[in-house]
């Protein structure tokens, strides 16, 4: 195509565990952000980080005015997309709900200008404050002391908060919220 698209390009936008973590194949990946969104640790998990009657916190994403969230994109187009649409749904099963964004891609060093020459769009998962497993917001010491104490069947809580802020870090991305929570469980 003329503007370096491919018409089967289908992004997926990742701004937790899908950052560090992707599970399914794709053809291409890169840092990117969507703005007027700010990830917060108000998301409950019964079913990966923690368990029913003792929910874990993971991250979901919440509107915020001037705000920039930094994660990873993933372009699952081509033959394997239906399945892995149908492995991302079932991932995510946890009361998130699809929504569909502008993608922005940093151009140069990953700082500074984004790219408006294309237009690109991706599917997010994210756990809107209506869903039966939203915690909601809380003091950061207690939201610490929650993951501290959390574990599922794909591990530790604590461990979902730490490789998040790495994989934040690697990318240049900065995010407060999550490197306070990550201060508290290192702390102890």
Not at 24 to 51: K, M
Not at 89 to 96: F, L, N, V
Not at 135 to 157: C, F, M, V, Y
């Amino acid at each position: 195509m003329a503007d370096g698209k491919s018409a089967d390009e289908f992004w997926i936008f990742g701004y937790g565990s899908l950052v560090w973590r992707p599970d399914f194949p794709y053809r291409h990946r890169r840092p990117a952000y969507v703005e007027g969104w700010v990830r917060r640790f108000w998301q409950g998990s019964t079913d990966h980080r923690g368990v029913p009657g003792a929910p874990g916190r993971v991250v979901t994403l919440l509107p915020g005015q001037n705000a920039i969230c930094w994660g990873m994109a993933y372009d699952i187009g081509g033959p394997d997309l239906d399945a892995t649409l149908a492995h991302l749904d079932y991932r995510e099963k946890g009361g998130y709900s699809v929504e569909r964004m502008r993608l922005c891609f940093p151009s140069g060093d990953g700082r500074g200008e984004v790219e408006f020459a294309q237009v690109y769009f991706a599917q997010v998962y994210i756990g809107s404050p209506d869903n039966p497993n939203y915690l909601g917001p809380a003091d950061p010491a207690h939201i610490a002391r929650q993951i501290r104490e959390s574990r599922g069947p794909s591990g530790p809580n604590d461990e979902y908060v730490l490789r998040l802020a790495d994989a934040l870090r690697d990318i240049g991305a900065d995010d407060p919220h999550v490197f306070e929570i990550e201060a508290l469980l290192r702390r102890g």
